[in-house]
């Protein structure tokens, strides 16, 4: 699922390397993002849905905790969404209310999704650039640790680790970066690669520049582009990879709960006419998945002067 | 009668910042054997020129006007009808043999297929002809090499390859799409000479398309000048060389740096050129010309024949006031 | 090419033998033996079953022989947890699941994923064009987990054309769903890689050299155009192998197939180490071994990789 994005990405470093209009690179990405009428409105819809999951619990009737035990067992008739029951979204079979749990996966989701890619875009840039801007053997060697780790299943990996260290949101989230950040460190050391070649990284060593000054102020504003976009590519990719694991029941621990693990609960009772248990934990998914891919394409589109 | 009549061939293309006019107004006309040179600088419109007489202009591109080769009008014709005439009646090499010549494919495929499509030659005779073909441009070895993957020949044995490839099936014209430009300088000189003795020997007629007037002089019969989609002269290239009659010539020809000339600084047209976005009113040059006069900015000229042999210059300025 | 594929090998083996050293350190590293539980047993007999399985000998010893085991009989050992099972017992029941529908899902991701692309491209900016990408942009937000519970609902609550489970040797009407399920999201992901990278070649010089040359558009397309389109689609294969083979845990939970997956999640939840170190071994292989197939694919397409 992470790796899916890869060979757009690799035609956007590509693509970026070649960058450089005269006017501020920055100022003129973000009017064509404006532009971008499908990304600024997923932006706007994932921000609808951030603020929900910080305000939405003020309207909450049920804490995500409590059990509305009228519902317990009889849940497809009890428990359906109705506005006078305080049941926005209805109710789980155990008698908890789906809006508050809908609230509580939502934070917890964004939450691992944006501090694993973080985690992943940390790691994945030192590396790439160390990488990238030593070159020579150490690159190499580097590069070949990243391409047998790539050719390891990591979900598999991924679960002996959490059942081996505890079944813990730190635990998740940690492990889910530090296996993403693969794909980073070859775009990052790319990216590096090119730039260390370029005309004008040359041009400032020729009037003695140093070296830290170079990387400020011409390697790192160039890596800053597409270390975005992937960021944003990174997030949707580990909110997915949350959802698996928190789907085979091996992730986000009860009471705590996230979307795939609610997608899961709603999954199990499908056959008991209680489709909402599904469809309002799924809808919020499937959208806020869908906001975080066209924000990073419009990013894409953005950065990348080529492809205007 | 000509071999080629091109007549108000205007290219436009259509983009979402609006429509692009690439080409306006081209009339020229070529000889069976004769090498006619279009020079331009980047963005002239030459390589569209001659693209949209082949049929291969982007998606976006609409071409409009005449082209007559062998008194048939070619221009928009049927991808079925164009495949009769292209490589078999006008082959074209590009610029850049590195990325025109598929990396994928054995040399031997590419040119073999060439004839066993126009001629309906068996694989092994065709990549026999093939094998002949390149010894005429001078493939050392031609009989292995062909076996060969483009990326493992040097820069100008590849044009060399590309070259043979469009002469396989002897056509009456070729064009040459800037064939030297991505070439080191030693051999952009050898395969201008092929070029010529290939003219020579086949009796081809040859569009050279360039922006280097280096490579013009000494290599063609007679020399179009465009600058922004329009034509802006065209003589004999001696008289090009020799006497330029058009402001614009002028200024090309003088930023030609000469040995003989002892100038610190190299000589420039001022000025950049113009955004094919506008609408094309008056003469494209005149913002940077230096004769410019009031009636430059507001109505194209047209292009007229001096009274001289085949000299035409498109200038509302009388070549005596250039002086 | 006999070079290339001694590199490739050589960069193989030494991954392989990285995943069981790793695997196995985990393995040890985790708080409390296999054998620990609620009702602490006897030291003696807890003694007795540790030699038993050779659990008393030294970590990197045991190691040595277990990876021997794994090298040359491919012996993964003895369960935890089912006592009178090996997890060879365990894999041969459950791989032969996994390697149907898994097959199946591959051939359905590429089979459609790459004539959608190639239709794509070619049809640019048409309706066919516009309805790839929609699929592609849809099937990326429904990975299959969701994609299975969504089949449910649709086809056999509503519709109750299909059952909603189980495997009954693999007949057809138990392989629809899974299918579907499993391949859904990267039969996507090749149709845009397809589609992004064909655009790409009918851009390129070449196309043009081709077209010049008067072929007509059906030869261009065969000869030219289709074979380096799909040079981004084979180096997804790897990647998509290791997608597929994952997604099946989901399928086995959902569809109750009884395949890989789900004797692995089990052996997560019962801290059975020596299957889910099996399965993640034999996993792992079968992936090393795919991305060397699916490298050489590469090499044998693009000339340019032939040192």
Request: charged letters at 15%; one cysteine or more.
């Amino acid at each position: 699922m992470i790796v899916a994005n890869k060979n757009k990405i690799k035609d956007m470093a590509e693509n970026l390397s070649d960058s450089g209009p005269g006017r501020s690179l920055w100022k003129d990405a973000r009017m064509r993002f404006m532009q971008n009428k499908a990304a600024t409105l997923s932006l706007f819809v994932l921000l609808v849905i951030v603020a929900f999951s910080f305000i939405g619990s003020h309207f909450a009737v049920w804490s995500y905790e409590r059990i509305d035990w009228n519902a317990v067992g009889s849940a497809a008739k009890v428990g359906m969404p109705s506005i006078e029951t305080g049941h926005y979204f209805g109710t789980d079979d155990l008698g908890r209310d789906i809006y508050s749990r809908v609230i509580q996966g939502t934070q917890i989701s964004l939450m691992v999704g944006i501090l694993g890619a973080t985690v992943a875009v940390v790691v994945g840039t030192l590396y790439g650039a160390t990488s990238g801007y030593l070159g020579g053997r150490t690159d190499q060697i580097m590069m070949r640790i990243v391409d047998i780790l790539m050719s390891i299943p990591y979900m598999f990996v991924l679960i002996l680790l959490l059942v081996v260290f505890g079944r813990s949101i730190i635990m998740l989230f940690v492990g889910i970066g530090l296996l993403s950040w693969l794909d980073m460190s070859r775009i990052v050391r790319g990216q590096t690669l090119n730039l260390k070649n370029k005309e004008f990284i040359e041009a400032a060593q020729a009037i003695g520049v140093s070296d830290y000054k170079i990387i400020m102020r011409h390697i790192v504003p160039n890596l800053l582009g597409i270390v975005a976009v992937y960021a944003t590519l990174l997030v949707p990719g580990i909110i997915l990879a949350e959802s698996f694991i928190s789907f085979l029941g091996l992730g986000v621990q009860e009471p705590l709960t996230s979307w795939g693990a609610l997608i899961k609960e709603g999954s199990n009772t499908i056959m008991y006419d209680t489709e909402w248990q599904l469809l309002f934990p799924l809808a919020f998914f499937v959208v806020s998945l869908f906001c975080f891919y066209f924000i990073g394409d419009g990013l894409r589109d953005a950065l990348d002067p080529k492809g205007r | 009668m000509s071999l080629l009549e091109v007549n108000n061939l205007q290219v436009q293309f259509e983009t979402t910042d609006g429509i692009v006019s690439a080409v306006n107004n081209v009339s020229f006309s070529l000889e069976e054997g004769k090498i006619l040179a279009i020079v331009g600088e980047s963005g002239s419109g030459k390589s569209q020129t001659v693209f949209a007489m082949m049929g291969l202009l982007d998606q976006n591109g609409h071409a409009t006007g005449s082209v007559k080769f062998e008194d048939q009008e070619i221009l928009n014709l049927s991808i079925s009808e164009l495949n009769l005439i292209r490589s078999e009646k006008i082959a074209i090499i590009f610029q850049d043999p590195m990325t025109s010549l598929n990396p994928y494919m054995k040399v031997s495929a590419q040119m073999a297929e060439v004839l066993i499509h126009h001629k309906g030659l068996s694989k092994t005779d065709a990549i026999k002809q093939s094998i002949s073909m390149l010894d005429a441009v001078q493939i050392p070895d031609a009989r292995n090499l062909i076996r060969m993957y483009p990326h493992e020949f040097s820069g100008g044995m590849r044009q060399r390859v590309m070259i043979a490839m469009s002469l396989l099936c002897h056509p009456k014209l070729l064009i040459a799409d800037e064939p030297t430009t991505a070439l080191d300088v030693t051999v952009q000189a050898q395969i201008m000479h092929l070029l010529s003795d290939i003219q020579k020997e086949f009796g081809t007629s040859i569009i050279l398309i360039t922006h280097d007037l280096g490579v013009v002089a000494g290599n063609s019969d007679e020399t179009l000048v465009m600058y922004g989609g329009q034509v802006m002269e065209i003589a004999t290239t001696e008289l090009i060389y020799a006497s330029p009659t058009h402001p614009y010539t002028q200024g090309l020809m003088s930023a030609v740096p000469r040995l003989d000339d002892n100038a610190v600084k190299l000589k420039t047209i001022q000025g950049n050129p113009p955004d094919a976005m506008l609408d094309p009113v008056g003469c494209p040059f005149s913002p940077r010309c230096k004769f410019s006069k009031d009636i430059c900015s507001t109505h194209t000229p047209e292009l007229l024949e001096t009274g001289e042999n085949k000299h035409f210059r498109a200038c509302h300025v009388a070549f005596k006031e250039l002086l | 090419m006999f070079n290339y594929i001694i590199k490739r090998i050589g960069i193989a083996i030494p991954t392989l033998l990285i995943l069981i050293v790793v695997t196995f350190y985990l393995m040890h590293a985790a708080p409390g033996g296999p054998f620990t539980s609620e009702r602490p047993l006897p030291a003696q007999v807890l003694a007795n079953i540790e030699a038993k399985y050779g659990l008393d000998q030294p970590v990197w010893r045991q190691m040595i022989n277990y990876s021997w085991g794994v090298v040359t009989e491919f012996d993964f050992g003895p369960s935890y947890k089912y006592h009178d099972r090996t997890v060879n017992e365990i894999i041969a029941q459950g791989f032969p699941i996994t390697l149907k529908y898994g097959f199946w899902s591959f051939i359905v991701a590429i089979g459609v994923g790459i004539p959608l692309g190639a239709i794509a491209a070619i049809r640019k900016n048409t309706w066919i064009d516009y309805f790839a990408v929609g699929v592609s942009i849809g099937a990326q937000v429904l990975p299959n987990f969701v994609m299975a519970p969504l089949l449910i609902i649709v086809f056999t609550l509503w519709l109750g054309w299909l059952p909603g489970g189980g495997w009954h040797g693999g007949d057809w009407e138990y392989l629809v769903m899974p299918v579907i399920a499993l391949s859904t999201s990267y039969m996507a992901s090749i149709a845009r890689i397809t589609r992004s990278s064909m655009l790409e070649v009918l851009n390129a010089n070449y196309i043009r050299t081709a077209r010049a040359k008067g072929l007509p558009t059906k030869t261009i397309f065969f000869r030219h155009v289709f074979k380096p389109s799909l040079l981004p689609v084979i180096s997804y294969l790897g990647p998509a192998f290791v997608g597929l083979i994952t997604g099946s845990v989901v399928i086995d939970m959902i569809f109750s197939t009884g395949g890989m997956g789900y004797f692995f999640v089990n052996a997560a939840f019962n801290r059975d180490y020596a299957v889910m170190m099996g399965i993640t071994i034999l996993v792992g292989s079968l992936t090393i071994l795919f991305s060397l197939i699916a490298d050489l694919l590469y090499a044998w397409v693009d000339p340019k990789i032939r040192y």
